[in-house]
């Protein structure tokens, strides 16, 4: 039985992870009192106790959990920003190639990806391993997304009486997608780059939509970028190869004239499960990747406990679909 904590239960990460273990015959979760959530003391020692801990916590408190831990065995998995580009922690992707999934079952400190950054690093960094897109490549990302990434604060904004509804002639402020981070210094950006040996930071445009989950990170590949002349269907069989030995990334067949569903890419698909779907679409030379995942599945909470699986010595699959 492996003794799991935690840290930020509450949180909608948290939450989701406590609720995907709850079930797990194999985990003890242990609970802190509400009431002390934030007190250093009692997490220190519900950490210690753990063989497992997850941090799901602002950036500032999961550094500070990180360094409450004196337990050498106890394995941490942080859902924040703070480590993910730190060479002590592995970076928890693990179908990027065998070292990253070496680094995840050996490692105690493993730090789970973003979500936006998940769906870029999942398109890009195949065609950067395979030698075909250049380390000094100008690519500009947009990332749709559901509220639910901005965590309880944006929910609770989002969910306010009449925030969504649009009546003709008003205009509620979050009724169409958003876009934001235009002061282009994402805080995923350091780990795009990190993790795939960019030289050059994308333009990245996430927007919000008002919806609560799912999303979809489309990259544009300018020919400009490439190290020799590839078609749409070039880089869908690169990145098809790339993953065909993995779980949870699928990579859809090129398809010239796309069939999708309503005729367009649809960003909660992957909604309640741990999966990433790859899409490669162009034309002539124009080529795009898009990247659609669970911002709360495969971009946190089912990232986590396929990290927690992968680092136990389990099955990477239990408890995810
Ligand atoms: N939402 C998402 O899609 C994703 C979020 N993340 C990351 O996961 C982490 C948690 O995010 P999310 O779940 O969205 O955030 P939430 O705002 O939903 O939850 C954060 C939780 O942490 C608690 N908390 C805050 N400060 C402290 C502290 N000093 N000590 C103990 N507990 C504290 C909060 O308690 P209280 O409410 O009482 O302040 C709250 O319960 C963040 O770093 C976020 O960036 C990662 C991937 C995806
Ligand atoms: C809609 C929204 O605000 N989304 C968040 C990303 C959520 C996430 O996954 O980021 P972390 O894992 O780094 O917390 C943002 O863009 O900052």
């Known amino acids: 039985m492996f003794k799991v904590f935690v840290d930020g239960e509450a949180g909608t ?14 985990v003890e979760l242990l609970h802190i009192d509400p009431e002390l959530r934030k007190d250093a003391k009692e997490r220190q020692r519900l950490i210690n106790e753990s063989d497992v801990t997850f941090l799901c916590l602002p950036d500032a408190a999961s550094k500070e959990s990180a360094e409450l831990c004196t337990n050498p065995k106890t394995k ?4 924040s920003t703070a480590h993910r ?10 179908e990027l190639s065998p070292e990253f999934r070496k680094a995840v079952e050996t490692n105690t400190r493993i730090a789970n990806p ?8 999942l398109g890009v960094y195949p065609l950067i391993a395979a030698g075909l897109l250049k380390k000094n490549a100008d690519l500009a990302t947009y990332s749709l997304t559901g509220y639910s990434g901005g965590g309880k604060k944006m929910i609770a904004d989002y969910e306010a009486e009449g925030a969504q509804i649009s009546h003709p002639g008003e205009s509620p402020r979050l009724f169409a997608p958003r876009p934001y981070a235009l002061g282009h210094h994402h805080k995923h950006l350091p ?24 999303m979809a990170v489309s990259t544009a590949l ?10 749409a269907k070039d880089v869908q069989e690169i990145l098809a190869a790339h993953y065909a030995n993995t779980r949870f990334v699928k990579v859809l067949p090129f398809e010239e004239e796309p069939t999708l569903d309503a005729g367009s890419l649809n960003p909660t698909e992957c909604n309640g499960t741990n999966e990433a779907h790859v899409y490669v679409f162009g034309k002539d030379s124009s080529i795009q990747v898009s990247v ?14 396929q990290n927690m699986n992968i680092a136990l010595g389990l099955d990477e699959g239990i408890g995810l679909v």
């Open 222 to 231: 300018f020919q400009s970028s490439l190290t020799k002349s590839a078609s």
């Open 292 to 305: 659609i995942l669970d911002n709360l599945g495969k971009g946190a909470s089912g990232a986590a406990i």
């Open 13 to 26: 990460t948290g939450l989701q992870i406590n609720e995907r273990l709850a079930n797990r015959d194999d």
């Open 85 to 94: 580009t730190n060479p002590a922690w592995a970076y928890g992707l693990s």
């Open 114 to 121: 973003g979500c936006h950054a998940s769906g870029f690093i």
């Open 191 to 214: 780990e795009m780059m990190q993790v795939c040996g960019l030289e050059k930071a994308p333009i990245f445009n996430p927007v919000v939509g008002p919806y609560y989950k799912g």
């Open 76 to 79: 941490i998995i942080d859902a």
